[in-house]
């Protein structure tokens, strides 16, 4: 990839209040996420995704985050909320996901020190737009705090490819010089609480992102 013609995409995901959607749209965050998966302390209700699309900044896209929801959930969420891309975190297959007509990306976990071949994830999902690389097992939806071994990141792959997983305004500078990601995706290191936005972490993310970029280049 030539640096120079790219740039570290940042999603910023789980995002719960208003006021995180606009900080994150004025920061020049390319996308925010909005958790639907049943058991995680960032879920929201379509309802309220719907709300908090009131609060983005022009260009800033929605991530639907799902994991083993029925296909009504996901419709449902693609009516109220109009996502530009759908995040999968569970055992849907490549069928399923691309059921519903929005680009989307798979979540691979990478927590549970299975080993991944770039041509085997291709051939699962095949329609893949991406794929997400998490430090969660597998069933988990992120949002862990935990980094993984990002040596471990198959080699080969033919899709863009996200970094999430334990990604703080301490480490993501080194993340992305070690594994030149397309875009990267962060929850909890940017949190005072689950769903909760610290704003300073998020200016200093978006700017440890920047300074990465110069230092690729």
Known sequence: MNRTLYRTRIKFC???????????????????????ADGSPRRITPAEGR?????????????????????????????????????FHGDEDDAFCRGFRVPWMKAIPMGGGEAWDARALQQRWPNADGFLFDSHGKGGAGGTGHAFDWSRIPTGLHRPFVLAGGITPDNVHDAILATLPW??????????????????????????VRKADCAAD
């Open 183 to 208: 875009a990267v995706d962060v929850a909890s290191g940017i949190e005072a609480a689950p769903g909760i936005k610290d704003g300073e972490k998020m200016r200093r993310f978006v700017a440890e």
């Open 14 to 36: 789980g995002m719960t209040r208003p006021g995180d959607v606009r900080l994150a749209g004025e920061l020049g965050v390319d996308a925010v996420g909005f958790v639907f």
């Open 51 to 87: 709300q908090l699309r009131l609060a983005l900044a022009p260009m800033v896209g929605v991530v639907a985050l799902f994991r083993d929801n029925t296909a009504a959930d996901v419709r449902e969420v693609v009516r109220q909320v109009r996502p530009a891309l759908l995040q």
